[in-house]
């Protein structure tokens, strides 16, 4: 599996910090409020909830907590287009399962998202 | 009947955990935050979507060609696909399905179809929000059944076709 390029990493953190500010608004906490639970600035849960910071794995653990819910609910499962823009061997087997019309279609879009990340 | 309220159950724990709480449900918007890629593309064949998950690679893609609340459908049935049959790897949905009866795995991937479906459906027109905004559009709506299902198909941003689908599957309506 090839490195993520910063970008990538970039949209990782924008993922999580998402997550983070959906679950504090569902437990109907300002980031004031989240900044007094957890002890951390309200500037730097502001920066990680526009995934501006990288943040470290502990800081996550402790807003979980505070908010109730899993830690792997604020992680996101999947590292966007890590391997490859289009469908790689692993699949060729399975491919003999669809028609050329389906995977041209398929490979469009993955090419689609290849292009997307460039933006 | 279990199996039916497993999938209601899966949908609605989306629905849950980012917040959603009226129509119409944002499943460009769901999707995105469950870190999933969605790309749209145009198919000149059948097709209407495809469900990709490789390692921790997750990617939904949807057919352009077709319309916006059929591309809402299909983004749900896609990530029903990722939720429920994730060993599948790639799944290339045709907006006609042939049934071909001598597949030996014909009809277990006729069963996913229909799971996908249900849980789209699930998804984009749960039965709480239907429970509380059928009595409100009722008032509204003047004129029959094809009107209220029609105000409701607008409402939830889904096809007339799959709103009266859901409606006669959870009772509501007699078909």
Known sequence: ?119 | MNVRSDVEQRAQAYLKRWGIVEPPVDVTELVRLEGIELVFSRSKGMESGFALSEGFRRVIGVNSLEAPRRQRFTIGHELGHLDMHNERGLTVDQSVRVFKRDEVSSMASDSQEIEANAFAAALLMPQSFLHQIVPEVLKTVSGGRDQLISALAKRFDVSVQAMGYRLINLGMLSP
């Not at chain 1, 999580?16 to 004031?32: H, P």
């Not at chain 1, 899993?70 to 992680?75: A, H, T």
């Open chain 1, 1 to 119: 599996m090839p490195d993520p390029t910063s970008q990538q990493i970039d949209e990782f953190y924008n993922a999580v910090g998402k997550r983070v500010k959906r679950a504090r608004a569902q437990a109907n906490l300002t980031q004031m409020d989240l900044s007094q639970r957890t002890g951390l600035t309200r500037s730097s849960i502001a920066n990680l909830e526009a995934g501006r910071q990288r943040v470290q794995a502990h800081i996550l653990a402790i807003i979980a907590s505070n908010l109730g819910i899993d830690l792997s609910d604020l992680f996101v499962q999947t590292f966007p287009t890590l391997s490859g823009h289009s469908l790689d061997q692993n699949h060729s087997e399975d491919l003999e399962r669809f028609s050329d019309t389906a995977l041209d279609f398929v490979n469009a879009g993955l090419k689609v998202s290849a292009s997307s990340e460039k933006l």
